[in-house]
């Protein structure tokens, strides 16, 4: 069996099927067998692995070597052509053709594992669907502006409220980081692979209420968290009511903890 993550290989299949990469679809094919093979080595090993936009299917080959069953959802009409050739080999992979983000997931039951290369696009929604499932953990590869917000703490300039729901359902680290170089055709910006654990939270509150309120708080960045707030409910007297839970008046929304929220939204709403 040929290694897909290879340029000349890669571009073979392509030129034999008359396409190329869409930029709609944020196609960009991994070219670096290195890189690859690294992702799924990280990923795990052993039972069902979910894997979103396969392309010309490099990642998924090397995953068929890993886990008893892969799945993988393409878009592309066009890929699942050439996948048929690329991953005829892997008998124990099947490609569905369909939008993930459009997928019915409540056929998978038991804890799975999920490892890709997510279109950059469409990365937060898909992040967001995948918690619909029983997941093990996530390795996937996310632009690094992604990343950098996925992982960010408070007081940092991408810290935001994705990086508090993200980081109260998840435990996120980096993992691998790739160049720009390992793509064809080549993107504009690095790539990191990140890891996604799942953790058992819960609060006294009900959690999409919450995170709703989170992201108003950060609606203006550069205004003061007092403006922000005043958004909701310009009545209210928030200076005082963050004087008493021992926050300054004048404190910005990117310098509180998810601790810090907690306790907002309770002196708000309990």
Same mark, same amino acid.
């Given at each position: 069996m040929k290694t897909i993550a290879n340029y000349s290989v890669s571009m073979e299949l392509l030129q034999k099927y008359e396409r190329r990469a869409k930029k709609?679809?944020?196609q960009n094919f991994i070219i670096d067998p290195s890189v690859v093979e690294?992702?799924?080595?990280q990923s795990g090993e052993g039972g069902l692995c979910l894997e979103i936009g396969p392309g010309l299917g490099a990642l998924t080959q090397q995953l068929s070597k890993r886990y008893d069953e892969v799945i993988a959802y393409e878009i592309d009409p066009n890929m699942v052509e050439i996948l048929? /050739?690329?991953l005829e080999?892997? /008998?124990n992979v099947s490609v569905i053709h369909q939008d993930f983000l459009k997928a019915d997931l409540s056929e998978y039951k038991e804890p799975l594992t999920v490892c890709a290369n997510l279109p950059y696009y469409i990365t937060t929604p898909i992040l967001f669907k995948l918690m619909e499932l029983n997941v093990k953990q996530m390795t996937v590869m996310v632009q690094k502006e992604i990343s950098d917000r996925l992982t960010a703490k408070p007081e940092t300039k991408d810290y935001a409220a994705l990086s508090i729901q993200m980081q109260y359902y998840f435990d996120i680290k980096t993992i691998i980081k790739v160049s720009k170089e390992t793509f064809h055709p080549r993107p504009n910006v690095d790539s990191i692979v990140i890891q996604l654990k799942p953790k058992n939270q819960s609060m006294?509150?009900?959690e999409r209420e919450f995170f709703d309120f989170v992201k108003k708080c950060f609606q203006f960045r550069r205004k003061t968290l007092v403006n922000n707030l005043k958004t909701i409910d310009k009545e209210r007297n928030y200076?005082?009511?963050l004087e008493s839970i021992g926050l300054n008046p004048s404190?910005?929304?990117d310098y509180l903890t998810y601790d810090d929220?907690?306790?907002l939204y309770g002196a708000l709403y309990a």
């Open positions: 709609h679809f944020g690294n992702i799924a080595r048929s /050739e690329s080999e892997c /008998e006294p509150y009900d200076n005082t009511i404190i910005r929304a929220y907690l306790k």
